[in-house]
């Protein structure tokens, strides 16, 4: 297959991104000295200024940490609760997809400072840096934050002073616009001189809940407080000589494991890369997992989530006996047991990695502004279900379940794990769908990161659309029209995606065995790229 980019190779560290400006300061901050939480939180925060329809600082984040001394993986879950006066009996004609009543706890600067305290090397002040400046000093629109701007006039209608908070003017920017946000700016250094009080006590925590007040929101300063980022074990599973770690609840993480485990019972090599036949397995056993989601997956802390079960090679069988390879099933089943983000990945001199993502849901959150900050929330609520006997329903101080998550990848040598990939993608509900294909391209068929990122990719249907009637398999052009022949013959309703039209935008580092460096790849989808030295 025809590779557009190059790997970038780098022995002290690299960085992959989706906008060229976060990986720059990234970068800088490995050249520094610093850890890859050092320049995981400069990129993640340049983000946040650069790419403010993708994540912003009132929105959520979740990251795997990979350890190279000890070879151990952690999993934070920076995602926001429910504020405590956000009963279901408060919102019972609806949850407002836009405005401060859709925002719940923003959760991503708590991760940052958690992460930091506990891996930073630099100082936060340094780290952050860039960001306050960018923010303040303005930087230039690219072509796809200047198209994101023109493609939601409406919301700016609605929400006219959040257009000119996010680019200091009134009207809409164009590639190359200079783009201002003084009021982030010095929430930004709030944060650099005083961590977490910085934005969850004091000033700032105030006027977010003062606006919401007034606005009809329900986040108070208590809920600020009070909340907390959860460090925990990951979920892992052996594929094949491999082990693949992914985010636990309240994530969906656990779809790709599963998807992994049912891909495990075939052999996906011998049927061929991008095969109407290892499509048709793939798209099979997504439509399991997600059919396991909807029925079980919720906040730990107030739903049994049967994980060890959904996990479980037995039930992997099970699930797996259950695919006709001559058919599609458009009514699948939950298996009975006992909407925009962005993503970066980084790998230090000491071989540690972080892989990040980072959301305010939508396409610009709620579209509400705190006032005096530059803080963009998030619309998180509308994930919730208002059915009482859904595992995702609507309770106060309860997380909603996340489409965010990310993975990485492990392999035993000498009685130590040592990291042989790490990678992520936004996409809502395809990121599991195209992680999955992503740690097949790899495990499976040897691809290096770039030629695993510009493969051609499917996505299937859109979140519970399973019936005939709605449910799709969109697939990009480059796969061959007999695959989609064939595919069509096995039942799958196929549309056709352009050559690059996939919507997931992946970045992804691999260590290759036996070398003492790093490969990373970008996704030519997005604007960003990879960086190493």
């Avoid at 099970?318 to 089943?333: L, T, Y």
């Avoid at 005939?468 to 052009?477: G, H, K, M, P, S």
Wanted: with cysteine; hydrophobic share 40%.
């Amino acid at each position: 297959m025809k590779q557009h980019r190059g790997v970038v190779y780098g022995k002290n560290g690299v960085i992959a991104a989706s906008q060229p400006l976060a990986v720059s300061c990234g970068l800088k901050m490995l050249m520094e000295g610093g850890s890859f939480a050092d320049a995981a939180l400069a990129a993640s925060a340049v983000l946040c200024v650069t790419e403010p329809h993708n994540s912003h600082l009132g929105g959520d984040g979740f990251a795997l940490v990979y350890e190279a001394g000890s070879g151990t993986v952690t999993a934070l879950n920076g995602a926001g609760k429910a504020p405590m006066s956000a009963t279901p009996e408060a919102l019972k004609t609806g949850i407002p997809t836009r405005g401060t009543a859709a925002a719940a706890v923003p959760g991503l600067p708590h991760l940052w400072c958690v992460m930091h305290d506990r891996w930073g090397l630099l100082s936060r002040e340094r780290c952050l840096e860039p960001a306050i400046q960018y923010a303040r000093e303005g930087y230039p629109a690219g072509t796809r934050t200047a198209a994101a701007f023109a493609g939601s006039s409406a919301l700016w209608t609605e929400f006219p002073t959040t257009l000119s908070t996010l680019t200091g003017s009134s009207s809409l920017p164009h590639a190359g616009s200079t783009l201002l946000q003084p009021d982030l700016a010095e929430t930004l250094e709030a944060l650099a001189v005083q961590g977490v009080d910085g934005f969850y006590r004091g000033t700032v925590a105030k006027a977010i809940a003062s606006a919401c007040a007034q606005t009809g929101g329900y986040i108070s300063v208590n809920d600020l407080a009070d909340h907390r980022t959860q460090v925990l074990n990951p979920l892992a599973t052996q594929y094949r000589d491999v082990v693949v770690y992914g985010q636990p609840p309240s994530s969906q993480g656990h779809i790709l494991l599963q998807e992994l485990n049912i891909l495990e019972q075939f052999d996906a090599k011998a049927m061929g890369h991008n095969s109407a036949e290892l499509i048709h397995l793939m798209v099979e056993a997504k439509k399991l997992a997600f059919a396991d989601r909807w029925r079980y997956l919720g906040d730990p802390a107030f739903v049994d989530v049967p994980i060890s079960t959904l996990l479980s090679k037995d039930y992997a069988r099970i699930r797996a006996a259950g695919i006709d390879m001559r058919r599609a099933n458009h009514s699948a089943s939950a298996g009975e047991v006992p909407h925009d983000t962005t993503y970066f990945c980084v790998a230090d001199r000491e071989g540690n990695a972080i892989s990040f993502i980072q959301s305010v849901f939508w396409g610009y959150g709620s579209g509400a502004m705190v006032p005096g900050t530059g803080i963009l929330l998030n619309n998180r609520m509308t994930s919730f279900s208002l059915d009482p006997q859904h595992p995702n329903a609507l309770a106060p101080g309860k997380r909603p379940v996340h489409t965010l998550n990310t993975w990485l990848v492990t392999r035993e040598q000498h009685g130590h794990s040592r990291l042989e990939a790490v990678g992520g993608t936004p996409g809502a509900d395809y990121q599991v769908q195209t992680n999955f294909q992503m740690i097949s391209n790899i495990v499976d068929f040897g691809m290096n990161p770039q030629e695993a990122i510009e493969a051609p990719r499917w996505q299937h249907g859109e979140g519970v659309r399973t019936d005939a009637e709605t449910e799709f398999l969109a697939i990009e052009d480059r796969v061959g029209e007999d695959v989609v022949n064939r595919l069509k013959e096995l039942g799958h309703h196929t549309q056709q995606l352009s050559a690059y039209g996939h919507g997931s935008t992946v970045q992804c580092i691999v260590r290759p065995q036996g070398a003492n460096c790093f490969m990373a790849g970008s996704d030519l989808r997005a604007d960003g790229h990879a960086a190493g030295f």
